[in-house]
């Protein structure tokens, strides 16, 4: 018998497969192509303290083996998720992840502190988003920075604390052991990248932020690399994110020491895309006579 | 539950006028396609991850097992589907959207540009009713004999003259004889067709970039009058009080 079940501080996933944040919304449309219960757990869509409509202009644009975004967090605020997407989320009989953006450390800490009083399992703080007080400079990118807004978040949660890393971090193992110093108790990685793309009739920028995000299999490579050195630096549990688009992915960024992993824009070529991961996990796992994944866990 | 992606068998795909293909496709067992005027499928003709997303196109038509569609040559992801040849297979999602308001009354008035003629013989055969077509194109018609099919009247425009008028469709549109209007195409024409309209019921057909198809990533919203609104999900039919809001 396998047994794919993971245990990450304390909260039981069915499986290691994670739908990531933004690209799932709140589990609705999915659940029409197949029963939410089967995922190890679901990241939100980013939630902010008050509502967002997010950016103008172009929002997506594809590129060789990805996409770039620029949706600008629109979403329903923390009370809007909580009156109209908690509700359905909570009968799935799924691990439910809340993540949380913000431009300010009083912004994230109310927040959080509104999320305490709720039935969500987790909470997954997404540092890159750019911090307006500290002149555009983003909480994911300074290992410093970020130690402060997780300390102050760290101190209201009452829930577990997942910190969601940027790969556009200076330093991402810095960064990872600053985080976790600051009482992270996981931490998620990657987010998207900085990136852009221009239109050469019109010569301007595709996107009105002129920088967007990446993501895709495209960046698979990097945050593979970047799941193994920080898997390496750190002692808590590692979700690891970043073009994973079928079972092998998956395995790999296991074995570079992830514990769960989290498919992203991957729902977007295949809705039921998690599913044949989760199949495809457990198939190797018989295959190679792997009873439990904590034995490939890290193992490169 | 709804399917997922499935694989659909090629039956043709011709290159009906320059850059503008007819593609007719079964699924393998013997199922119907399902689907409203005005509701899009996603199609991938790829196996590997580049494109890496799927194309939306609207349904043309449904005819028994078989479902077509009407697309135009722009980039990557229509160029391999203009590639395949009866007998390939392609993965379809859908049908996705809301579709036409088919419960309607009074005179009724389709407008398309180029290929925003897509969507529209499926919508005249659903409707069943006294339909007047008025359709636009840039230098060469296509689709004329199977509109007359189902339609009292046909006008045509072409801005070389090649057929029809010489010029815009929407110089000889006559919007004092209808009370409902259907339009797809370029957006300036829709919001001229809209302008030329006031008070009379606008459905118009809208197009953005896509990324799921179903309401999930929120890549394809537009402003509306009534708040963001996603093209995939609550469109891409929108009334065009909806869209065409100025503050
Ligand atoms: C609901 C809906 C229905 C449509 N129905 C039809 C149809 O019946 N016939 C038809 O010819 N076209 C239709 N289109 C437009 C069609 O989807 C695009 O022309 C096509 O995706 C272009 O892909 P490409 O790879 O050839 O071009 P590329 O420019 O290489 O595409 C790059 C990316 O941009 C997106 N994109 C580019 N142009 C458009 C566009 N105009 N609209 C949306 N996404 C775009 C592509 O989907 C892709 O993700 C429809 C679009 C929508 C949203
Ligand atoms: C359209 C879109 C929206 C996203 N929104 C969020 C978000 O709100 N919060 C967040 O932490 N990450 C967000 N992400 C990042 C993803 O959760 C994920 O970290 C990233 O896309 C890399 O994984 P992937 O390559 O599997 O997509 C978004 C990604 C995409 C493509
Ligand atoms: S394409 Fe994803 S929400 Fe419309």
């Known amino acids: 018998m396998i047994e794919t079940k993971v245990n990450i501080c304390e909260v039981e996933f069915k499986n290691p497969v994670i739908a990531a944040s933004g690209t799932f919304g709140f589990g609705r449309e999915y659940s029409e192509y197949f029963p939410l219960s089967r995922l190890g757990g679901i990241s939100t869509k980013g939630l902010t303290l008050e509502k967002r409509e997010g950016n103008e202009g172009i929002r ?110 200076e330093n991402i193992v810095n960064m990872a052991k600053s985080c976790v110093m600051a009482g992270a108790d996981a931490l998620s990685l990657v987010n998207t990248f900085s990136a852009m793309a221009i239109d050469i009739k019109s010569r301007k920028p595709v996107f009105d932020n002129i920088i967007a995000g990446l993501s895709g299999p495209c960046i698979k490579p990097i945050a593979l690399r970047m799941v193994y050195e920080v898997s390496r630096a750190v002692d ?10 079928n079972y092998k992915d998956a395995i790999e960024f296991i074995m570079a020491g992830a514990w769960a992993i989290q498919v992203g824009s991957g729902n977007f070529i295949n809705p039921n895309i998690s599913i044949e991961i989760i199949e495809g996990i457990e198939k190797f796992m018989l295959d190679e006579g792997i009873k439990n994944l904590e034995e490939i866990r890290g193992i490169i | 539950m709804k399917a997922g992606y499935r694989k659909a068998i090629v039956n043709t795909n011709a290159e009906i006028a320059s850059n503008i293909f007819e593609i007719k496709l079964s699924y393998p067992k013997d199922e119907n396609f399902q689907g409203q005027p005005g509701q899009f499928y996603m199609l991938k003709a790829w196996e590997a991850l580049d494109p890496f997303l799927p194309r939306p196109l609207s349904i043309s038509n449904i005819v028994g097992d078989t479902i077509t569609f009407l697309y135009e040559v722009k980039g990557r992801g229509t160029q391999f589907i203009s590639k395949l040849h009866p007998g390939h297979t392609l993965e379809l999602l859908g049908p996705l959207g809301n579709g036409f308001d088919l419960n309607i009354e009074g005179n009724i008035a389709i407008i398309s540009g180029g290929i925003g003629i897509a969507p529209m013989i499926y919508l005249m055969k659903s409707l069943n009713k006294k339909v007047d077509f008025y359709c636009g194109f840039r230098d060469e018609a296509y689709y004329i004999d199977e509109i007359k099919g189902y339609v009292d009247s046909v006008f045509v425009s072409t801005e070389n003259g090649s057929l029809g008028h010489k010029g815009f469709i929407t110089d000889i549109f006559t919007p004092e004889k209808y009370d409902v209007i259907f339009t797809c195409g370029p957006l300036a024409m829709m919001e001229k067709v809209w302008s030329m309209c006031k008070g009379k019921k606008v459905y118009m057909s809208m197009e953005n970039r896509m990324a799921c198809g179903i309401g999930a990533c929120l890549g394809c919203t537009i402003k509306t009058r009534y708040g963001i609104k996603r093209v995939c999900k609550e469109g891409p039919v929108f009334s065009g009080e909806e869209v065409f809001f100025y503050d």
């Open chain 1, 60 to 169: 997506i644009y594809e590129t060789t083996g990805g996409l770039l975004n620029s949706i600008g967090l629109q979403n329903p605020g923390i009370e809007g998720f909580i009156r109209e997407e908690l509700p359905f989320l909570e009968k799935q009989d799924t691990v439910i992840i809340a993540n949380v953006g913000g431009s300010t450390i009083e912004d994230y800490v109310k927040a959080v502190e509104k999320l305490n009083e709720t039935s969500i399992d987790m909470i997954e703080l997404n540092i890159s988003c750019p911090n307006v007080k500290e002149g555009g400079m983003a909480f994911g990118i300074k290992a410093e920075t970020a130690f402060e807004v997780v300390s102050q978040v760290r101190k209201a949660c009452k829930k577990p604390l997942i910190v969601k890393l940027s790969p556009n971090a």
């Open chain 1, 236 to 245: 808590v549990p590692i979700v690891g994110i970043g073009g994973i688009t």
